[in-house]
T-cell receptor
Framework: DAGVIQSPRHEVTEMGQEVTLRCKPI?????LFWYRQTMMRGLELLIY????????DSGMPEDRFSAKMPNASFSTLKIQPSEPRDSAVYFCASSARTGFAYGYTFGSGTRLTVV | AQSVTQLGSHVSVSEGALVLLRCNYSSSVPPYLFWYVQYPNQGLQLLLKYTSAATLVKGINGFEAEFKKSETSFHLTKPSAHMSDAAEYFC?????????FGKGTKLSVKP
């Protein structure tokens, strides 16, 4: 199994531009999570899906952020327009069944820099 | 709401010394508990997990953690540190839907 695959690994963009982060979960995993990691705030859950349906998006910072999961093998996190304070490492994770009981498998992350 | 506290954002030990990373959770109901490790520029990897089967949990790379309900703790230990253990370690708890992570503890290992 190739694990959770995220792309791109690094993204540098100018303020105001649209940014799209991509994630391919492990095949057969029902849950998909998007996290953001910063020095100041640590790991924050942004949103998670179960069977492609968004379950909890209360962690999405504001309307500039949106996430979709059109099918079981692909999810996107979009920021439009991007701002410097969005600079962080964004992780995608997936899990089988009730995720917290089984632990999550994380991708390698996307390091986003907004200048 | 569930919360996880990791005491010490940075711990430094000598190679061969005991590693002790502290984690306390807040919950009246024992949650599922996890330790993850993050090496530089990588994602988080699961070290071990507690799911009520046994209070002493053994994980990968010689790490283990003991669940103590009376202390609401789940400290991570390793008898003898190795240089390759240098990384950031995250404690996490899940009880009603998703995992809540602690702020992380960066472990440095001195030769």
């Amino acid at each position: 199994d190739a694990g959770v695959i995220q792309s791109p690994r690094h993204e540098v963009t100018e303020m105001g531009q649209e940014v799209t982060l991509r994630c391919k979960p492990i095949s057969g995993h029902d849950y998909l999570f998007w996290y953001r990691q910063t020095m100041m705030r640590g790991l924050e859950l942004l949103i998670y899906f179960n069977n492609n349906v968004p379950i909890d998006d209360s962690g999405m910072p504001e309307d500039r952020f949106s996430a979709k999961m059109p099918n079981a093998s692909f999810s996107t996190l979009k920021i439009q327009p991007s701002e410097p304070r969005d600079s962080a490492v964004y992780f995608c994770a997936s899990s089988a069944r009730t995720g917290f009981a089984y632990g999550y498998t994380f991708g390698s992350g996307t390091r986003l820099t907004v200048v | 709401a569930q919360s996880v506290t990791q005491l010490g954002s940075h711990v430094s030990v000598s190679e061969g010394a005991l590693v002790l990373l502290r984690c306390n959770y807040s919950s009246s109901v024992p949650p599922y508990l996890f330790w993850y490790v993050q090496y530089p520029n990588q994602g988080l990897q699961l070290l071990l997990k507690y799911t009520s089967a046994a209070t002493l949990v053994k994980g990968i790379n010689g790490f283990e953690a003991e669940f103590k309900k009376s202390e609401t703790s789940f400290h991570l230990t390793k008898p003898s540190a190795h240089m390759s253990d240098a990384a950031e370690y995250f404690c996490a708890a899940g009880s009603q839907g998703n995992l809540i992570f602690g702020k992380g503890t960066k472990l440095s290992v001195k030769p």
